[in-house]
DNA sequence: TAAAAATACTCCATAGGTATTTTAT
DNA sequence: ATAAAATACCTATGGAGTATTTTTA
């Protein structure tokens, strides 16, 4: 025995003949002539140590291992075949994995019905679908443990993107609103005393989740001269929702986050004569440049799709 | 692109340096050194049309395709190991399909408890049961359409097998005896008169299916000068007994079938005082010379197996 | 006697080896 | 500086071809 590794090319040779149960037949099937075809038959059994045909000079037939093998072969062989396909479906963004990394908020926005969208135009193309903050996905880029991603940052701002080899396409735009303890006199006045609002304490994110969002809003507060309070930090926004509700402070909030109603909380939107310098934030999706077809694939997906920020 | 044939060799190199993530020790674990691994590995990329690996000069990761396509790959070439081990296994007789030829009598005797038997020790043997007349066993044996078969032949003739390439176990050994109609006077006379007997009108097989016995029973006529009228021929014996059951004449039938009941029928050995000459039946079991070993099993099988009439 | 499988041999395509180069860490 | 992949080139195994023999239906 050379090697007990039988390849294809052995195996096609065996169906051919057992369908065709004729050496000269089968050898002009397989675009060969019958002498290495007999010589070929011979070394399979061999290897196998099982004879596969019963012949004599002149007829053949299939040997009781033969014929408990050809409908086996002939799957194993339809399966071999698949794999290059699989190959190129995959090389063609039709089948596949695609990382995708999201920040909380879009949760409550245009991301659910993306997923569904996209799902149902790309069915064997597998979502994996991981809530990560916008520094941890930069990171994550850099490793290759994500294809795809959607980041916050501030309106206006380079995204920080360009550098890193990776590519970005806005997806959202929209204002900073604010979330206010139902019970706080700014949830009921009539106007918005931006004194008062700037006095509160707030409710915000560490600055390295997402530098430039952050100091946005710093931003704005220096603007009208006032430096602020930071209550309690938090990551999630259904974290920093809570503890608004809780009346630990004040938060900004992308709009899209009072799509999350939540007892003892109110949405604020700042009025027109307040929202110059305010702070907005923009979503865009990322993914490393050149992608593979499957990122393409979802990139293109959500160009076309209808995103109410614009 | 050479030829869409993709071989073993090639995935099972594609596997090593997929779940090794480095040429050099791949090449080591297949025996080979890098190059022409290196080699291998861009050729199968051309041919799939797709990059599996994502290489710089001093770091190798799998591309997407290589991604998908590892697990089916892996699965593949298991099966294609599975193909070898199915081979051994049909030449050691543990698998394979047993193409089994029996006379209809046989289904009341031990048949169905050595079936049970048989398939419990050997669960991965697939019997194909045909119930098949003597004769017609025969032809099937030349035209290699049955493994096996239990057939019916008078006591002390030669079964006629030798010659046809042919080997045989006797399985079974019984007298005839008489079905007759419940309502008939020999069922219920105390003493058979076997000249009344002889004048009755008979219901047997036509002499083609089983030469042997038919021609034992004309001959226990003959011998007490006696020519029987034949009422009805019949095949299956479960016909004949329904012919009896309805009066149309008595049947000489193997002992063993007097295990199936059936209102309107008795069934009456003949006495010891009778028996002399009286015809007797063999069962054999049959199948070609050197028989492969699925065969070779199930012969050593029945013939290990307790059988009744020894 | 003719059709078909087996045998004998010849050849070349290619899998694999050795030596060397390139490059990224 | 070094580890590792790529490249260049060589070798030889074995898969496929041509010619011939054998067998049996």
């Known amino acids: 025995m050379t090697n007990d590794l039988i390849d294809v090319r052995a195996w096609r040779q065996f169906v051919a003949v057992a369908e065709l149960l004729h050496f000269g037949r089968a050898a002009q099937r397989l675009h060969m002539t019958h002498p290495p075809l007999t010589m070929a038959i011979q070394q399979l059994e061999r290897r196998l140590g099982q004879p596969l045909f019963v012949r004599n000079r002149r007829t053949v037939m299939l040997a009781p291992a033969g014929a408990a093998l050809l409908?086996?072969?002939?799957?194993?062989l339809a399966q071999g075949e698949a794999l290059s396909v699989l190959a190129r479906a995959v090389g063609d963004g039709d089948v596949g994995r695609l990382r995708l990394g999201f920040v909380s908020t879009?949760?409550?926005?245009?991301?659910?019905?993306?997923?569904?969208?996209?799902?149902?135009?790309?069915?064997?193309?597998?979502?994996?679908?991981?809530?990560?903050?916008?520094d941890v996905q930069r990171q994550a880029f850099a490793r290759s443990e994500l294809d795809a991603g959607f980041m916050l940052h501030a309106s206006g701002m380079d995204s920080g993107v360009e550098d890193a080899g990776l590519d970005a396409l806005r997806v959202l735009e929209e204002p900073l609103v604010l979330a206010l303890p139902e019970?706080?006199?700014?949830?009921?006045?009539?106007?918005?005393?931006?004194?008062?609002?700037?006095?509160?304490?707030?409710?915000?994110?560490?600055?390295?989740?997402?530098?430039?969002?952050?100091?946005?809003?710093?931003?704005?507060?220096?603007?009208?001269?006032?430096?602020?309070?930071i209550a309690q930090e938090a990551i999630?926004?259904?974290t920093i929702v809570n503890l608004v509700s809780a009346g630990l402070g004040v938060a900004w909030v992308p709009e899209v986050v009072t799509r999350m109603q939540r007892r003892g909380v109110v949405?604020?939107?700042l009025p027109p004569s307040l929202a110059v310098g305010a702070p907005r934030c923009e979503t865009s999706l990322v993914w490393r440049c050149e992608p593979p077809a499957v990122v393409a694939r979802f990139v293109d997906f959500v160009r076309a799709a209808p995103s109410p920020g614009g």
Not at 71 to 76: F, L
Not at 107 to 132: A, K, N, S, T
Not at 205 to 216: E, G, K
């Open 236 to 238: 999630q926004m259904q």
């Open 71 to 76: 409908q086996p072969v002939r799957q194993w």
């Open 267 to 269: 949405y604020r939107a």
């Open 183 to 229: 019970a706080h006199p700014l949830a009921r006045a009539t106007r918005l005393s931006l004194p008062v609002l700037m006095a509160q304490p707030l409710v915000i994110f560490p600055r390295p989740i997402a530098p430039s969002l952050f100091d946005a809003v710093l931003a704005y507060y220096h603007r009208h001269g006032a430096v602020p309070t």
């Open 106 to 134: 879009l949760g409550f926005g245009p991301l659910p019905d993306w997923l569904r969208g996209f799902r149902e135009r790309h069915p064997r193309i597998e979502v994996e679908l991981r809530e990560v903050t916008t």
